[in-house]
Nanobody, 127 residues
Framework: QVQLVESGGGLVQAGGSLRLSCEAS????????MGWFRQAPGKERDFVAA????????LYADSVKGRFTISRDNAKNTVYLQMNSLNPEDKAVYYC????????????????????WGQGTQVTVSS
């Protein structure tokens, strides 16, 4: 069992930055692929970014590529999402998730691949 707790959301002006954190419980954090998803009101939960167990591989949605950076610190059981150049379209609840399988680009983009989810953190971007 893995418990995930996100933090770092909030209100920011367009063009600003936020860093989300997701801390995991347990001693097996390094065995999980980690992902970030987001869900805007009335929309489906969309893939944002994923990172392999070691941190050596990452994948991003086209909409955030070049603006967002996913990273992890296995010693701290934490995955991060640095978000720069935010715009109003980035407004959503952001969720982190853990996938016990290996990193595969065609599966880490799918919410159904993940075994555990955090409760989400709200990100609001004002224009």
């Amino acid at each position: 069992q893995v418990q995930l707790v996100e933090s770092g959301g909030g209100l920011v002006q367009a063009g600003g930055s936020l860093r989300l954190s997701c801390e995991a419980s347990g001693r097996t954090f390094s065995t999980y692929v980690m992902g970030w998803f987001r869900q805007a009101p009335g929309k489906e939960r969309d893939f944002v970014a994923a990172i392999s167990r070691s941190g050596g591989r990452t994948l991003y949605a086209d909409s955030v590529k070049g603006r967002f950076t996913i990273s992890r610190d296995n010693a701290k059981n934490t995955v991060y999402l640095q978000m720069n150049s935010l715009n109003p379209e980035d407004k959503a609840v952001y969720y982190c998730a853990a996938d016990g399988d290996v990193f595969r680009p065609n599966t880490v983009v799918a919410a159904r691949s993940y075994d555990y989810w955090g409760q989400g953190t709200q990100v609001t971007v004002s224009s």
